[in-house]
C-alpha cells in the first residue's frame, strides 16, 4: 500500500515501546493520505456496513444510524481496509513493537459521536483478548482532529510492566463491557498521559497499558479512528472461549436494542 508514511526511527520507538508502553508518532499519514483514508471510510460506511453481520456493528441508538459508534473485522468486507491492515506500515510496526512477526487479528472502528458518547473507561485490552502471553498490540489512528474536548486517549505510562492485569468487572459502557475496578490510584494519576493531535496521529500501545478516554463533550465534532489489532506469533489465541463471552455480550446487547 503506497502511502507516505512518516515513521520515526525504529530502534528509538522500540525502546520508547518497552519503556513507556505506546509509541506515539504525531503524523503517521499525511494530511492528503487522510483525505483519501475518510474518502474509502464513507464509501465503506454506505456500501459495506449493510452487509455485516450482527454482532459486528454497533449503535448508541440503533434506530439512529449517525450514532455509529463501533464496528468489528472492517478488513473482512473491503480490499482497501484489509491491504491498511495486512500490507501497510502499521504491521510493521506492531512487528516492531512485539520483536516478533505478527497475526493480524482485528481491524476496528470507534467513534464517539457527538453530544451521544459516553467515556471509554480504563481498560487494558489484552484483558479481552484471550491469549496465553501478553504478546499483543492495538494500533490507533485518529480519522479527524482529537483534543480534551472530542475524548482524546489517556495512557497510564509504564502500566504495562506491573506483573498480570488489574483486576475488571462490568462496566455498563457499550463496545467496553469490562473495565479496571481499582482505577485512580496516586500512581494511576501521576502517570496518565494524554495524546491530543492531527487526522493522521497514529498511536500504538502494549496489551497491558492502561488507558481511557473522557466522553465527547462536543456538541458538533464526532471523535472517529481506527484500531489495530496484532498478536504475536508466540501467543496462543483461545478462539473458543473468545466466542463464548462474545456470545454472552452479543446476547446482553441485542436485549438492550444496541444491535
Known amino acids: 500500500m503506497n502511502f507516505n508514511s512518516n515513521i520515526p526511527d525504529l530502534g528509538d520507538l522500540k525502546n520508547i515501546y518497552d519503556e513507556n508502553g505506546y509509541n506515539h508518532i504525531p503524523e503517521l499519514f499525511s494530511k492528503s493520505d487522510m483525505e483519501l483514508i475518510n474518502k474509502e471510510f464513507d464509501r465503506y460506511i454506505k456500501d459495506c456496513v449493510p452487509k455485516m453481520k450482527e454482532g459486528e456493528v454497533y449503535y448508541v441508538d440503533k434506530e439512529n444510524k449517525d450514532t455509529l459508534m463501533q464496528m468489528q473485522k472492517l478488513e473482512e468486507y473491503d480490499a482497501f481496509f484489509h491491504d491498511l491492515f495486512h500490507n501497510s506500515k502499521i504491521k ?35 484483558y479481552y483478548f484471550n491469549l496465553d502471553n501478553d504478546k499483543a ?3 490507533w489512528l485518529a480519522l479527524e482532529d482529537v483534543d480534551d474536548e472530542n475524548g482524546c486517549i489517556h495512557y497510564v505510562k509504564g502500566s504495562h510492566k506491573y506483573e498480570g492485569y488489574r483486576p475488571h468487572g462490568k462496566s455498563e459502557i457499550l463496545g467496553f463491557s469490562k473495565g479496571v475496578t481499582d482505577f485512580g490510584t496516586e500512581e494511576d494519576k501521576k502517570n496518565t498521559v494524554k495524546f491530543e493531535g492531527k487526522a493522521g496521529m497514529f498511536l500504538m500501545h502494549h496489551a497491558k497499558i492502561i488507558h481511557f478516554a473522557d466522553p465527547n463533550k462536543s456538541k458538533t465534532r464526532s471523535r472517529r479512528a481506527f484500531g489495530f489489532v496484532y498478536h504475536g506469533v508466540s501467543a496462543k489465541h483461545d478462539k473458543k472461549k473468545e466466542k463464548m463471552e462474545q456470545e454472552q455480550l452479543k446476547a446482553e446487547l441485542k436485549s438492550k436494542n444496541k444491535l
Open 137 to 139: 498490540v492495538t494500533g
Open 92 to 126: 510493521e510496526l506492531a512487528a516492531n513493537a512485539l520483536g516478533e512477526d505478527v497475526i493480524p487479528r482485528a481491524m476496528e472502528y470507534f467513534n464517539k459521536p457527538p453530544g451521544k458518547s459516553n467515556p471509554t473507561p480504563p481498560h487494558q485490552d489484552g
